[in-house]
């Protein structure tokens, strides 16, 4: 089993739409979490952390639920300008060792 | 100007070469790491590094090496036991803490020919 799972992808949707990717985790001593966008061919850049208690920015919210493991990521009112790979992350143990899920594909359409 | 550098951004070898990717930085980040990323595919950790002279095996370290004498620097050398070293390498840099994000350089595409 891998250690963070994402949704395959890719999502499909029209502009103005919901949209929802879930997340989870095998390692239940992973500390911290976040999401991060890639848009084609460049590095990762950082969406939002994810808080215990949820947290909001903007259209994007983010859920955290650690006992069942499991990550999510809102997005409202979607923009074509949200086009792209969305990648959980998680943060396990002492070392700081960082790891990403495969990513789920956003396309959003007109 | 502050960041990552990764260099160079692209690189062609022969096969059975190896080669040495780079990666600086002047965040004065504790924690670095090494990434690499096939087409249509997610990240995989190749290595990381807490501090200085210490670095971890990530879940495909075979046919790497990488070495942390400064923490300014954590080069990724390829080598030919690597079989199949086309792919772009992404270097991430984080600082000591636990709920602290990464940030990336923009990456080296390697192309083996």
């Known amino acids: 089993r891998k250690e963070v799972e994402q949704d395959p992808g890719p999502f499909n949707v029209p502009e103005g739409a919901t949209v929802a990717f879930n997340c989870t985790y095998s390692n239940s001593a992973s500390q911290s979490f976040f999401w991060y966008r890639q848009d084609c061919r460049k590095e990762p850049k950082l969406l939002m952390s994810v808080y215990s208690s949820g947290n909001e920015d903007g259209r994007f919210t983010a859920q955290l639920n650690r006992a069942s493991q499991y990550i999510s990521l809102l997005i409202r009112d979607s923009k074509l300008s949200d086009s792209a790979t969305y990648l959980c992350?998680?943060?396990?143990?002492?070392?700081?060792?960082?790891?990403f899920g495969a990513g789920t594909r956003l396309a959003v359409h007109p | 100007d502050g960041g990552i550098t990764q260099s160079p951004k692209y690189l062609f070898r022969k096969e059975g070469q190896n080669v040495t990717l780079s990666c600086e930085q002047n965040?004065?980040?504790?924690?670095m790491y090494w990434y690499r990323q096939d087409p249509g595919q997610g990240l995989r950790l190749i290595y990381y590094?807490?501090?200085?002279?210490?670095?971890q095996n990530g879940d495909i370290a075979v046919g790497y090496s990488v070495s942390r004498e400064k923490k300014e620097s954590f080069p990724l050398t390829v080598t030919s036991a690597q079989k199949n070293p086309t792919a772009f390498y992404l270097c991430a840099t984080a600082p000591g803490q636990m709920n602290t994000e990464a940030f990336f350089g923009q990456g080296t595409r390697l192309t083996v020919v």
């Open positions: 992350v998680v943060k396990n143990g002492g070392y700081n060792k960082l790891i």
């Open positions: 590094s807490q501090i200085v002279n210490d670095f």
């Open positions: 965040l004065n980040h504790d924690a």
